[in-house]
């Protein structure tokens, strides 16, 4: 009776220790799923693609007959500059300047052969140091300022020598004065340099591109 009674006494003293281990284990497999990353919160790796990459997007084309007014333009503001002078130099020099038939031939051809002469030296430096657009630039800045300078010898008497018509002894040209003339004259010789071999290059680059 007394082993019975011990049983029972035993067997009820179990069932509450089982109970709580049967909460403990259902609480860790509760924190068990409750920690581990659920099927939404985990991303898929992204699709691997075969194919080839989709092509760029057309660039907008450049050149065409939109920049050869552009060059057509310059290269005729670089001929007004050193074409235009070849008619008028030689009659500027004599009624303004009072140089005499030796002087005034030697600084014409001085210029016209220099003018015709930087072309070369411009391709080269346009080739292998400064490029097309570079050597135009300088070019036309210097075709610019060369006639900017001639016109201030027409414009400002105290440029250039007094006027003597009618006089056989007529006032030589300063040594300042004659700088001021060949600074200018200088300058255009050195735009042109830098226009004439970069203007046919880049009008049928620009034709040819767009084509």
Known sequence: MQSKALNRKGGGGTEPREGAEKEEMENVVVADKTSSPSDDDITPPPPVSFLPPPPPPPKKARGGWRSVKYILGNESFEKLASMGLI??????????????????????????????????????????????????LFGSVSSFLGM????????????????????????????????????????????????????????????????
């Open 87 to 136: 008619a008028n130099l030689t009659v500027y020099l004599q009624t303004k300047y009072n140089m005499d038939g030796i002087q005034l031939v030697n600084v014409f051809n001085i210029w016209s052969g220099s003018t015709n002469l930087t072309p070369l030296l411009g391709a080269f430096l346009s080739d292998a140091y400064l490029g097309r657009f570079r050597t135009l």
């Open 148 to 211: 900017v300078v001639l016109a201030l010898t027409a414009g400002m008497p105290k440029l250039r020598p007094l006027d003597c018509p009618g006089v056989s002894s007529c006032q030589k040209p300063q040594d300042w004065q004659l700088g001021v003339l060949y600074s200018g004259l200088g300058l255009i010789a050195v735009g042109a340099g830098g226009v004439r071999p970069v203007q046919h290059c880049l009008r049928s680059r620009s034709v040819r591109h767009r084509n």
